[in-house]
């Protein structure tokens, strides 16, 4: 059972490769994103299905590391994302869609998903009380996320 689903999105002035290239970036994520203070990867080679690395980051509430595996990934068009958090999984998928004339614009589309299903009876109480603030508090940083995503390809797009 979905918890809670945060769906966003956005348009960046940049074509999907671009943008790609700085959400894949898991390497330098901690200077990309306010909210990760550290990411380190566990696996070589590059960004695909079977991508794993550790991050430092607060996400529906949790403050802490995390293992996250790239569980779906169509470069430079779509990717899933999954993270265990206790009893949870937290699944992020992102879709980039060319825009405009040129396609040099990317609508970015970004659903990230508690899955709930394996909680205990205390756990979904303490979720019915106060899973709401907690929601609120990612959706804010799930936004800080695509605020700081924007900025860097607009770095890296004018660097070009």
Not at 125 to 143: C, E, H, K, P
Request: glycine content about 4%; charged content about 30%.
């Amino acid at each position: 059972m979905a918890s809670h689903i945060i769906y966003l999105n956005a348009t960046l002035p940049a074509p999907p490769q671009v943008v790609w290239d700085v959400l894949t970036d898991v390497d330098n994520a901690d200077q990309i994103f306010r909210s990760v203070s550290d990411s380190k990867r566990l696996t070589e080679g590059p960004y695909d299905v079977g991508t794993v690395w550790h991050e430092k980051r607060t996400l529906f509430g949790h403050h802490g590391e995390e293992e996250l595996h790239v569980v779906e990934c169509e470069p430079p068009r779509r990717a899933v994302i999954d993270t265990r958090l206790g009893h949870d999984v937290v699944r992020t998928s992102y879709r980039l869609t060319p825009m405009g004339t040129e396609q040099d614009h990317t609508r970015v589309a970004m659903t990230t998903t508690m899955i709930a299903t394996e909680r205990t009876v205390a756990e979904k109480i303490a979720w019915n009380f106060f899973g709401g603030f907690s929601y609120d508090r990612t959706r804010r940083m799930l936004q800080h996320d695509l605020e700081d995503l924007e900025a860097e390809v607009k770095r890296r797009a004018l660097s070009r």
